[in-house]
């Protein structure tokens, strides 16, 4: 009897995080860390320059992870989602921690 | 300790065998026994011959009174080739790493070859892990 | 659980838990400690294990004399619980026979279970939800992190962290 879990893996859409923070927040285990910076754009036609998050890192670890979903549920934007399939084992603990880009590579 | 191995012999993978001592400290140690209810991990009769892969699987929460277990278990005679951190809790701590009681991993008493992520992981998890090890 | 919570005196606790055993109630289900700050509960429950009825009863002593009549010969099962709510509480149970800590190796310097005691870790690491991406803007809201009790920071300080 083989299957795969349903709330396996956390996958991240990058694009649709603003960097709000409430993952990061509420994430009880504290394993969810979010870097980022602002940047001014300019736009044609517009008066002022406006403000725009950048993300530059978002690393789950999911050693410390109890993939208790609060993040998934709580992200306003629906960056985060449940991949089925599970989180590889390692032969180090460093990298059990996904940085936005392999947390990118689980979206189907 | 050479008592409690136990020789498992992978489904999936009919030419694998592993020697496991498993140490069940916690709830992972309930999805380490389905994985031999669920006929993934079919256990045999001892190998003849020293076993070249022999697992000490840390499956649960180690915490402080239990880490002097955790060294017995890999001094033991027969020692174990192999540590594999099962779960959160014997990987980093896990949920319990604000603990005062609680070591944050099985690799703060002993070297841990394998660290497998879950709360708890699933059986086959376990079979992928030991299937990794037996292989390297 | 749908049992109705029954207060009971903390002179009358052995007494109640006595008569309740003597009609039958011989199970322990759970012998419990409540911080309420100012007072501690224990809080019993006791199952009849023919009928399946239960009752469940609580007592509250002052904080700062936390002395409760030990259980303890009364129905066996609340000898270990009553060291567990010890040890985890500050509670003392009077007349018990083995007052030794249960589960902890070393004496802590507060009881680990009580609102106030600070889980040290949780105000040592640095909480990753601290992080402020925009600079110069004050944080959307100012919340503690997860883990963390409002007792434990200081009254001045809005970010524990």
Redesign the interface.
């Given at each position: 009897m083989s299957s795969r879990p349903v709330r396996g893996i956390i996958a991240l859409e990058a694009a649709a995080c603003t960097s709000c923070m409430i993952c990061v927040q509420e994430c009880p285990t504290w394993c969810i860390t979010v870097d980022s910076h602002v940047e001014q754009i300019s736009e044609e036609g517009a008066r002022r320059p406006r403000s725009v998050s950048v993300l530059d890192d978002f690393s789950i670890d999911f050693g410390l992870c109890m993939y208790c979903g609060i993040c998934v549920d709580v992200c306003p934007f629906d960056a985060l989602s449940w991949i089925s399939d599970h989180v590889h084992d390692e032969s180090d603990r460093t990298l059990l921690v996904h940085d936005v880009d392999r947390l990118e590579s689980w979206r189907p | 300790m050479s008592a409690l191995l136990r020789t498992l012999r992978v489904a999936?993978h009919p030419d694998i065998a592993v020697q496991v001592l498993p140490l069940g400290l916690a709830c992972c140690a309930v999805e380490v026994d389905a994985a031999v209810e669920?006929?993934?991990l079919v256990p045999e009769s001892p190998l003849d011959g020293p076993s070249a892969t022999a697992v000490l699987v840390v499956a649960g929460t180690v915490t402080?009174?239990l880490a002097g277990l955790l060294e017995a278990a890999w001094a033991a005679d027969p020692p174990p080739t192999a540590v594999m951190a099962f779960g959160?809790c014997a990987?980093?701590?896990?949920?319990y790493?604000?603990?005062?009681?609680v070591v944050n991993?099985a690799?703060q008493v002993v070297s841990?070859?394998?660290?497998?992520?879950?709360?708890p992981?699933?059986p086959?998890?376990l079979v992928?892990?030991l299937v990794?090890m037996a292989n390297a | 659980m749908s049992d109705h919570l029954e207060p009971v005196d903390p002179e009358n606790w052995r007494a109640t838990a006595e008569a309740s055993r003597e009609a039958g109630m011989s199970l322990l289900d759970v012998l419990a400690a409540v911080d309420r700050g100012e007072t501690r509960e224990v809080v019993l429950r006791l199952v009849d294990p023919t009928s399946g009825s239960a009752r469940m009863i609580v007592t509250s002593v002052p904080s700062d004399d936390p002395r409760v009549a030990s259980l303890a010969d009364v129905i066996a099962g609340a000898d270990w619980q009553e060291r567990e709510a010890a040890e985890m509480f500050g509670l003392i149970f009077e007349g018990h026979p083995d007052p030794r800590p249960l589960l902890l190796r070393q004496v802590p310097d507060a009881p680990p279970l009580l609102a106030a005691t600070a889980l040290a870790e949780r105000l040592i690491r640095t909480w990753p939800g601290a992080a402020d991406p925009q600079e110069g803007r004050r944080p959307r809201r100012r919340q503690l992190p997860p883990g963390v009790r409002q007792e434990w920071t200081r009254p001045e300080s809005e970010d524990p962290t």
């Open positions: - | 999936s669920q006929g993934l402080t009174p959160a990987s980093t701590g896990g949920p790493w604000d603990s005062p009681t991993g690799d841990v070859h394998r660290y497998v992520p879950g709360c992981p699933r086959e998890d992928a892990a990794e | -």
